[in-house]
């Protein structure tokens, strides 16, 4: 069972994600919120795997709110963020600020079941489109929040790898396209995770960014 809580401050919004997902049998929705403060409160009481926030809300925003969440000590939730295209240039900060992903607001209803049980599992929840768009728009104007790195601290394959993540590609996808097993991918991910410092996928797309291994439409030259 996956214990929810929906954050956004538009309360047509809030209730529609809210009934949405209690129609299904593996989701519980947990709380609600109506802003950021409200968000960390009901989230410190009720523990929840996932938190659906909304990136501008009242008092304090989804980013601010995803980092105190995050860093509470008995927390072991999940951040998904809800955000458009008019906010772009948020979705990097709350990428850096611990977020597993983010959901357009207009998405279908099987999309955002996806998003909520691909993020409540651990995993990184990154559009190809909505990656394109905004990281590699923004991230070279910013100071970067992950440990500072450079490119020879990976293998050519590792840096291949991390390339093809920020491009969206699943596992399997990155094995097929180098011919390379599941399990060599798994192991090549492991090992640029630990000496970038890396948390999830996530971050691994910002880093390939940072580091100049992908740009806007595919990897870098």
Do not use: C, W
């Amino acid at each position: 069972m996956i214990r929810a809580l929906v954050a956004d401050d538009q309360a047509v919004v809030r209730t529609g994600f809210v009934n949405l997902l209690s129609t299904q049998e593996d989701i519980e929705v947990v709380g609600e919120a109506e802003d950021g403060v409200q968000a960390v409160r009901v989230a410190a009481e009720t523990r929840p795997d996932l938190v659906l926030l909304d990136i501008r809300m009242p008092h304090k925003n989804g980013i601010e709110a995803a980092r105190e969440i995050l860093a509470g000590p008995d927390s072991t939730a999940k951040v998904l963020i809800l955000t458009t295209f008019g906010l772009d240039e948020y979705v990097y900060d709350a990428l850096a600020a611990g977020a597993s992903g983010f959901l357009l607001k207009d998405a279908t209803f099987p999309e955002l079941l996806h998003a909520v049980r691909v993020v409540a599992a651990g995993s990184a929840l990154l559009s190809p489109e909505i990656t394109k768009r905004v990281i590699g728009e923004f991230v070279h104007a910013r100071t970067s929040r992950l440990p500072v790195h450079s490119v020879g601290e990976l293998t050519a394959r590792e840096a291949e790898v991390l390339a093809l993540i920020a491009r969206g590609l699943s596992n399997a996808e990155i094995a097929s396209r180098l011919t390379i097993t599941d399990h060599t991918v798994k192991t090549h991910i492991n090992r640029l995770f630990t000496k970038l410092g890396l948390r999830d996928r996530a971050q691994a797309v910002i880093a390939a960014y940072e580091l100049g291994l992908a740009r806007v439409g595919g990897v870098a030259d």
